[in-house]
T-cell receptor, first 116, second 115 residues
Framework: GAGVSQSPSNKVTEKGKDVELRCDPI?????LYWYRQSLGQGLEFLIY????????KSGLPSDRFSAERTGGSVSTLTIQRTQQEDSAVYLC??????????????FGSGTRLTVV | GDSVTQMEGPVTLSEEAFLTINCTYT??????LFWYVQYPGEGLQLLLK?????DKGSNKGFEATYRKETTSFHLEKGSVQVSDSAVYFC??????????????FGKGTKLSVKP
């Protein structure tokens, strides 16, 4: 696609429920990144994919968080048994394999997750 | 490891004032440097970049010069507008650092411009 697409744009869920957040990167971008941005906070790195593999999962905050990417394209971030502290904007970005150094990332508009 | 430090906000200015947002970095190699902007309710957009020392990135009246000697990439604009109100993030990509060339972000600086 023309840009990075994230869905849903807003999600309200009850504490304890599972949620899935979707990211559709720019066609041909092999690298995909998930970040979390809590209210008034900076960017918290969650996970990075190169193709379908995740060389760096170091940012996932707990084992309730997981992510997968299939076909080198769409990625899904899953949060199980959501807690109120999971409320944040989840941002996805993509880049060419050699892109970050020369071009940076292209970000989606984010999914605002509210756990009530 | 590699890191980016930018001035704490919030920064509040009157329209047409001069803007400087300081950014300094630590990197193993010779990084590329970026400024991203996040307008209210939106994702991050690339504002400008510089890929080698002494390069000047510029866009929408904003500019920043890659200073290797001071490891800095300060963002400047001569005359801000209300529409510039946003959060600004400085970032680096270090091809030879431990981050595999991925972007490392500063904490962001919120700018509010009053009419």
């Amino acid at each position: 696609g023309a840009g990075v697409s994230q869905s849903p744009s807003n999600k309200v869920t009850e504490k304890g429920k599972d949620v899935e957040l979707r990211c559709d990167p720019i066609s041909g971008h092999t690298a995909l990144y998930w970040y979390r941005q809590s209210l008034g906070q900076g960017l918290e790195f969650l996970i990075y994919f190169q193709g379908n593999s995740a060389p760096d999962k170091s940012g996932l905050p707990s084992d309730r968080f997981s992510a997968e990417r299939t076909g080198g394209s769409v990625s899904t971030l899953t949060i199980q048994r959501t807690q109120q502290e999971d409320s944040a904007v989840y941002l996805c970005a993509s880049s060419l394999r050699t892109g970050p150094f020369n071009y940076g990332y292209t970000f989606g508009s984010g999914t605002r997750l509210t756990v009530v | 490891g590699d890191s980016v430090t930018q001035m704490e906000g919030p920064v509040t200015l009157s329209e047409e004032a001069f803007l400087t947002i300081n950014c300094t970095y630590t990197a193993t190699g010779y990084p590329s440097l970026f400024w991203y902007v996040q307008y209210p309710g939106e994702g991050l957009q690339l504002l400008l970049k510089a890929t080698k020392a002494d390069d000047k990135g510029s866009n929408k009246g904003f500019e920043a010069t890659y200073r290797k000697e001071t490891t800095s990439f300060h963002l400047e604009k001569g005359s801000v507008q209300v529409s510039d109100s946003a959060v600004y993030f400085c970032a680096l990509s270090d091809r030879y650092g431990g981050s595999q060339g991925n972007l490392i972000f500063g904490k962001g600086t919120k700018l509010s411009v009053k009419p």
